[in-house]
Every structure is written in structure tokens, then in C-alpha cells.
């Protein structure tokens, strides 16, 4: 909608995802890398614990699709389900329907998540690319979105479908190479960077706080937006270092207070690692 | 032609082959997921019984051949064949000529795959490249048919090229990287998404019932056909889930018969198998 | 320059390239196949005889060179080594000296190909990169040639920049993928492509016989000429099929015939052919 | 800053990474011909003595860092640090902002390269990824920088734009295949047409003598633009050429000499490369 929560909304979301993947995928890294300085637990890529239960329960699909329809079903409030003007005859509400078609799609992507987590039939690789498409369609439509519309809000709309491609197209190489860990952080990177700027858009296009109105035309802001862009990728960029030095020295830190536990049990690292292992398959 | 039959004859094409290839793909998938399951016909992309007729007789390139050739007389029926207008020497009918030369890049790659099934020595890969060359000449072609058009006649087509491009695209992915079956399902889904559009713009730029004209100018239109395509998309993924589902659990069902008749028959399954697979080489 | 003869004289270097290709990857080709269908020279890529001789004497790259330097020389004898008006100050006869850019980088290319063939210490790979790179300025230079043209001039040197692109775009992947056959054919198809597209679009521009102007405007031209591209693109298939199949069958021929001379012979096919292998390591 | 040293120093920090990485892979790769040709020292890509010492404490990085941060207070001398101008309240000095982002980012993909040659745990390939962002968000700034500008001015912009984007892609292509010599090569060789290409841009819009100003509106500069951003190639080419000869025939000279000296020394040459590569694990 063309409001401010309409921007903060979907932004939100891919905060969200992209919050959680930050974490998830630096716990996998921290695991990696700890196992391959410290000799135990060797490319197991799945958590123990916790993340077993994430992996059973499928977390991420679920939320997905509920945010999904939880979105589709706010914006119908507004629009009453209906495509074409009773009087006119013409189409109305269009902003709300192509939302609610990437709604859609979103909610598309969680119901393979959920089916890959449940074990059904679905072809390998399914994943990526349902994500990739919800991906590419948000970024078509955003850019079809832009007809008769000007100067900066044409820009920011620009940055986003930018935004949005790069996700698409990170998605859609990791169906390609799956089993990296660069391809997933830079599909991180580039969801909270299209939230970051989500709320950016919300906030020049439609300001929350009166008085702080943009002025459309100017050069000046039409500048500073792709500056603005750039800092946006460079807070991500420090939030997630961040965030991988804190989950690494963590992990570092149970590792070795689990091997000394272990020195004092009767159970040798290697055999405990052999056990968890097999009970993984 | 620029009228309706125009664009629901190749769209109907491009339908015929996007179910052909759903079907196809989705009982190699079944297939492969079943030998992975159940131990049995491991890797097996062949069809036996009416499959191996198929892959004798190349059905499908016979198909393609035949459909171009008959796309192209049907046209030239209006054209007489002539490309320059007697009367004032300039080309004329060319429309007519840039179908023409989109049929026979469709029919030239059904030569090939013939070629491929006689087993005549072609360079392997040649259905892929002919393939992907027959989808971008049409986007090409596409592409600079807008020439002089107007808002949502342009837009109606670039969204035709945009799909030509993908369809290009993947098939030219499956010569540098064959035996993948995602590629044949993106492809697939391309296609149809090709075929069920050709008849959208048909339906939207010459309304078969009277009464129903589009305003080429009106920004709501406009918003609608992206939002559409998106549909459109969404439509041919439901559609490719409900089939591969129902492949896949017939093809269980059989899996399951074949098992029990195979415990009370005097052959192990390995040994049909073994003897299936021999005779396949 | 602008004038038949300064396109008529680069398309007939392509063609010429095209040709030589043509003709090398099909002998290439044969022999795999023959390789693989009678199970002697298996994957033997290079040729003996006078195939032998090409290999040590860089027939290929001493073409490119001396073409290259013909046209700089041709060119200049026009422009008299003059880039600056003495009169004016201004720059002048920037078409040739653009042409002259273009042939420098074929002719540089021509040069790694010598060094490569006399075995000097030259990056592996730097033949297709310096192939790619005189494409890619070829293609930038036409790609900003078009400042201040119109209509018909512009989409004829447009679908010229394609051509040269696809180029680049295959050269690189060869350095990227080398060893496999449909590139190179893909590569030999798009020379052949540019050097056909050259004779055009000096046949268009400036046509050879008085009387046949066209018209630079007209929407009728604007279409036949994006579909004549493809018409050549079909050309170009038919004659390089017709050659594959001449070149195979003579092959096959060949090789039939020392096939029974061998059995005639004292020594059986595979010493010979171990003889042969070693020679060329 | 928009005159002849604002263009002039980010060009001089390009040159003087592209000579860096000129010198650096040349060596590199004289050590893998002559280990191919010489039989010793077979694929060792790092350096003894010197080259030792610079991998150990991270010059390079250090250099980035330190060049980028000096670029930014440098800049900010002028801007003092106020990206909002107190009178109007509205956004000023845009451009020196600009240029400071861009600085951040090569200063950012230094602190990585320190991390790495420090060998903390930091993911695998990060260096290439934020080198292949800083050159993307160098291209983005440009690209967004040509709102309002004219002819002659665009057209350099944009030749800048091409060059780091082609930077961008090879170091994004290296993270995706790292151990080639041929991506860094034509990475170097990218870098260094930028260097050159920041100084042309500064030359020709802020001409340092005056009495040379261009006229920004003529088609003649416009052509000869393109060319000359060619012909930097070629010189780039050229330069690039020479220096791998020469670092070929010392290196070549060195071993020699070694050889000589370990013929008539105790140990032979098997052993000692045998001991160093042990060292080197």
C-alpha cells in the first residue's frame, strides 16, 4: 500500500529472514570452522539440540507461508477482494494485489520448505528455486511498478528491484552449487539489505513524523539515496561481522569446555562424535 | 497475424509442448526418486514399453518439425508467398515472414532431434543449442517488433520476449550441463508460461468477443498485465505440482504391484533388472 | 570507412575465419566421432599430414596478423596517419582510425597465437581472452558508433554489436571451458555471422549499384532487416551442416579404406596408432 | 572532488594496485612455467625470502586500508565533515561523500585482506566478495553519478562504469574459482585501465595546463573517447606483456644459476625443493 506501513511491513519481514539467517548461517560456519581447527565434529552442518528440533519442526517454511498469508489477508482488509470497480468497470486497488501476489510467492517458497522438511517427493533443489522466483517476481514487479512515476521515487524504487535481483540471482546459484557458505551469507546480506532499504523507501516516500517531507526533483537527495544505498550494505556488512565474531567465539567456547568435560568422562571425543554422527543419518 | 488465431496457434504450440515435456519430466522424475526410494531402477531416465517406442520413433522432433511446417503454409495461405508488393516494390506481409522464420528455427530443431534419434552423427548438444537459438530468435524478433507501438501493446510483448529469453537461456544451461533435471523443469515451466501468455495477449490485443476492448493507454491496465504474468507463472507451477504429484504416486502404485507379483514369480527383482539394463545399453 | 568497400573488406576477414573454422572443427569433429564409432584415434584433436604442418607453422595466427596489418595499412594510405586536422585542431577521419583499433586487436591476437604455437611462455588461455578482448573492443566501438544516427543505421550496426558480443561472450567461455566442440562451432557460426552481416550492411548503406537506395526510415525496412539477421543465422546453419556431413562422410571414407589396407599390412591398427599418439606428445 | 587531483588520486591509488598485482602474479606465475618446464618448484604459488616477509605482515592490505583512509581525511578537509549544510538544511559536498563511501569500501576489503594474512577465522573467499564489492559500489556510485550531466561528460562516466564493473565481475568470478592465473591477470589488467581511465577523465574535463579545454558537445570527442579507452587497453596490454617477459627471463635466469650451484653442492635439488615444501605446510 502506499502508506509507510506498507513499506515497513515487508521490510520487516525480510528482516526477520535475513536476522535469522545471519544467525543460522553463522552457527553453521563457527561449526565448520571449528572443526577444522579444533579436529572434532568435521562438516557436520546440522545443530544438535535445538537446531535438531528446527530441523524436525520446519521453522523457516512455516513462518513463510504464515507471514505470508498473515500479509495477504491484512491487505484484503483494505481491498475487500475485489480486483475490478463495481462502477467503473476498471481494475482499483492494484498496489494491493501485486503485494499480495508476492505474498504469494513467499508463501509458495515456505510450503516447499515445509515439504522438504516433512521428506515428500519434491524435486532436489526445489527450494532455491521457488526462492528465487518469489525473488524475481517481486523485482519484476517493482519494476513495472515504476510507470509514470518520478525522479527519486523512481530511483529508491530502482535500488530495490537492484536489491531484489541480486537475491534472485543468489538463489538461483545456490540451486545451481548448493553446499556453499558464501552463496547463503551473500543471500543474507542482500534480504536484510532490501529490508534495511524498505524501511528507507517508507520513511523519504511516506515520512512517519510530519514536517520532514523529500523533495522529489531535488539532485542533492536524488545523489544521496545511492550513497544512502551503499551505507545501507556497509551496516550490514559490520552487523554481520558482528554477529560471526560473537556466535564464533561462543561456539569456541562451549567446544572447549566441552572438551574438557570430556577429558574427565569416561567417553572419548572420537567415539562420541562416531555416535552423533550415525544417529545424524 | 496480427488477430487472434495469430497468437493462440503458437501459443497453442507452446502449450502442447510444455504439457508433452511436464508428463516427460515428471515420469523420469518419479522414476529416479523411486529407484531412490525403493532400491530398484536406480537412475533409469528411459521409459520401457511405450517410452522405448518414443525414444525409437523421435515423436517428439517428428512433432515439432510437422507443427512448423504447418505454421508456416497456414501463413504464407494469407502472404501468396510474396515478401516484396509488386505494385510498390516495398516489403510488405512481414509479419507474416517473422512468424515464418520463427517456425522454421522450431522446425529446424525438431530436425535435429530427429537426427539425434536416427543416431546420425551430429555434435552432441546440437538439440540444446538448436533449441535455445529457435527461443531466441523469436525473443529477437519480438524484441524488435515493438517498434512504433504503444504502452501496453509494448509491454504485453516484452513480457513474450521475456520468456523467450528464459527458455533461451535454460535450454542453452542444458548443453553446458545435460543430465540435471531441474533445467528440463524450469524449461518446461518457461514454456508453458510462453504458451498460455501468446493466448493472453491475443485475448487482450484482439478480444475474440466484441465488447471487451483494453484501453492500450490506461496506467491500471498497464499494472494489470505484470500482475498478470505473475499469475500466470503461479498458475503453471500449481498445475506442474498437481501433475508430478500424481505421476509420482502412480508410478508408486505400480512400483508396488510390480514388487508383489515379483515376490511370487521365480525371478528376483535384481536379476529383471540386470536384464532390463543390459538390453537398454 | 564509410563506403561499401570498408565493410565488404572486414566481412570478408571474417568470412574468411568463419571459413578456416568451419572447416578445422568439422575435420576436428570427424575424427572424434570416427573415433568413437570405429574405436581407432580416440580423442585425437589434432591432425596429421598437412594438419601436422599447420600446427608447427601458425598459419592461423600469421592470417590474423598480416590481415590485420593490410587493413591498418589500406586504411591509413586514406588517412595519411593524420588523427588531428592540422587546420582545425579538431580530430578527423575517427572512422578509420576506429577500424584501425578494431584490426590491431585481431592483429594482437594473432600474435599470441604465434607465440602460442612456437611454444613461448605465454599465459595458458590468452588466445581465447585476446580473441574475446578484439571482439569486445570491436563490439564497444560499434556500440558507441552510434551517436547521431538514425533509424535503420542503428538497428543494422545494433544487431552487428549482438553478433561481435556473442563473440566475446563465447571466446571467454572457451577460456573458461576449453576442450569441448560446440563452443568452438558456436564461436565459428557468430564469425561467420559478422562477416555475412558486414556484406549487408554495406549493401544496405551503401548500396554497390545506383538505384537501389533503401530507405533509412521506413518502419517496412526497420523489420525485414531484424529478420534477415536470423535468415543468415539460418544460411550460416544449413552451409556449416552441409559441411560437417561432406567432411564426416570423407573421413568415414578414409578411414575405411586404411582400414582395409591395414588388414592387408603387416602392422594391426592399434600399433600404428600408438606409434602415431606417441609422436604427438 | 570534481577537478584534476579528485580524479587524479583515486586514479594513482588504481595504478599503483594494478602494478602491484602486475609484479605479484607475474612472479607467480614465472614460478609455475618454469616449474612445468624446469621440473622443480612444481606449482608453489607463494614466494620465499621476500615474498615470505610479505605474506607474513599483509602489505597489501595495510596499503588498502591505509590509502583509504587517507583518501577519506584527505577529502574531508574539505568537507569538514557536514553532509547537511547548516543554512539550507540540505544535503551538500555530495560528491566528496561519494568519494569517501567508495574509499570505505577498498578500506574495508584491506581490513579483510589483514584478517586473513593474520589467519583469523574469517569465511573462505571473503576477500575476493568485498573487493568485488567495492569495484560494484564504485560502478553503482558512477552510475547514479550522471543525473544532469551532458554528451562527452556521460560517455567517460560510463566507460569508468564499465571498467570497474568488469573488475567487479572477475574478483566475483574468483571467489567462485580461486587458484587460476588467469582471472587475477585480467583483474590486474582492469584495475590498471581504471587507474589510466581516472586520470584520461580528469585530463579531458578538468585539463590541468590551460588553453586545452574540450568541447563536452562534440561528436568528434565522443568517438575518440571510445577509442581511446581502446587504445588504454592496448597499452595496458603492451605494458602488461613486458613486464611478465622480463620477470620470465629473470626468473628463468635465477634458477639456472641455482641449478648450477646445487650441481656442485651436496644436496640435491629433489631434497632441498622437498625440505622447502615441507616448510611451507
Same mark, same amino acid.
Given at each position: 500500500?502506499?502508506?509507510?506501513?506498507?513499506?515497513?511491513?515487508?521490510?520487516?519481514?525480510?528482516?526477520?529472514?535475513?536476522?535469522?539467517?545471519?544467525?543460522?548461517?553463522?552457527?553453521?560456519?563457527?561449526?565448520?570452522?571449528?572443526?577444522?581447527?579444533?579436529?572434532?565434529?568435521?562438516?557436520?552442518?546440522?545443530?544438535?539440540?535445538?537446531?535438531?528440533?528446527?530441523?524436525?519442526?520446519?521453522?523457516?517454511?512455516?513462518?513463510? !507461508?504464515?507471514?505470508?498469508?498473515?500479509?495477504?489477508?491484512?491487505?484484503?482488509?483494505?481491498?475487500?477482494?475485489?480486483?475490478?470497480?463495481?462502477?467503473?468497470?476498471?481494475?482499483?486497488?492494484?498496489?494491493?494485489?501485486?503485494?499480495?501476489?508476492?505474498?504469494?510467492?513467499?508463501?509458495?517458497?515456505?510450503?516447499?520448505?515445509?515439504?522438504?522438511?516433512?521428506?515428500?517427493?519434491?524435486?532436489?533443489?526445489?527450494?532455491?528455486?521457488?526462492?528465487?522466483?518469489?525473488?524475481?517476481?517481486?523485482?519484476?514487479?517493482?519494476?513495472?511498478?515504476?510507470?509514470?512515476?518520478?525522479?527519486?521515487?523512481?530511483?529508491?524504487?530502482?535500488?530495490?528491484?537492484?536489491?531484489?535481483?541480486?537475491?534472485?540471482?543468489?538463489?538461483?546459484?545456490?540451486?545451481?552449487?548448493?553446499?556453499?557458505?558464501?552463496?547463503?551469507?551473500?543471500?543474507?546480506?542482500?534480504?536484510?539489505?532490501?529490508?534495511?532499504?524498505?524501511?528507507?523507501?517508507?520513511?523519504?516516500?511516506?515520512?512517519?513524523?510530519?514536517?520532514?517531507?523529500?523533495?522529489?526533483?531535488?539532485?542533492?537527495?536524488?545523489?544521496?539515496?545511492?550513497?544512502?544505498?551503499?551505507?545501507?550494505?556497509?551496516?550490514?556488512?559490520?552487523?554481520?561481522?558482528?554477529?560471526? !565474531?560473537?556466535? $564464533?567465539?561462543? $561456539?569456541?567456547?562451549?567446544?572447549?569446555?566441552?572438551?574438557?568435560?570430556?577429558?574427565?568422562?569416561?567417553?572419548?571425543?572420537?567415539?562420541?562424535?562416531?555416535?552423533?554422527?550415525?544417529?545424524?543419518?
Amino acid at each position: 500500500m502506499g502508506n509507510f506501513p506498507g513499506h515497513a511491513i515487508p521490510g520487516s519481514f525480510f528482516l526477520f529472514f535475513g536476522l535469522w539467517w545471519t544467525i543460522r548461517y553463522s552457527v553453521m560456519w563457527a561449526r565448520r570452522m571449528g572443526g577444522r581447527n579444533t579436529g572434532s565434529a568435521a562438516e557436520v552442518c546440522c545443530n544438535n539440540g535445538p537446531g535438531r528440533f528446527l530441523k524436525r519442526v520446519p521453522v523457516e517454511g512455516l513462518c513463510k !507461508t504464515m507471514f505470508g498469508i498473515a500479509g495477504i489477508v491484512e491487505e484484503q482488509l483494505v481491498a475487500h477482494w475485489t480486483l475490478i470497480d463495481p462502477r467503473t468497470q476498471q481494475f482499483h486497488e492494484l498496489d494491493i494485489w501485486q503485494h499480495n501476489t508476492m505474498y504469494l510467492f513467499f508463501a509458495l517458497n515456505g510450503i516447499f520448505d515445509i515439504l522438504i522438511a516433512m521428506r515428500a517427493p519434491v524435486p532436489s533443489g526445489i527450494d532455491y528455486v521457488s526462492l528465487s522466483l518469489a525473488y524475481s517476481v517481486e523485482g519484476l514487479l517493482f519494476f513495472y511498478h515504476l510507470h509514470g512515476r518520478i525522479g527519486l521515487d523512481v530511483r529508491l524504487h530502482r535500488l530495490l528491484v537492484l536489491a531484489a535481483g541480486l537475491c534472485a540471482a543468489v538463489s538461483g546459484l545456490e540451486a545451481w552449487k548448493p553446499g556453499t557458505l558464501l552463496l547463503p551469507m551473500v543471500r543474507t546480506a542482500c534480504t536484510l539489505l532490501q529490508g534495511t532499504w524498505f524501511w528507507q523507501v517508507g520513511w523519504i516516500l511516506y515520512p512517519p513524523f510530519p514536517g520532514h517531507e523529500w523533495d522529489l526533483e531535488s539532485h542533492e537527495n536524488m545523489m544521496f539515496v545511492s550513497m544512502a544505498f551503499c551505507w545501507h550494505i556497509l551496516g550490514i556488512l559490520l552487523f554481520m561481522s558482528v554477529v560471526y !565474531t560473537v556466535v $564464533y567465539h561462543i $561456539y569456541q567456547a562451549k567446544e572447549k569446555q566441552r572438551g574438557t568435560e570430556l577429558e574427565l568422562g569416561p567417553l572419548s571425543s572420537h567415539m562420541l562424535q562416531a555416535h552423533s554422527d550415525s544417529e545424524l543419518d
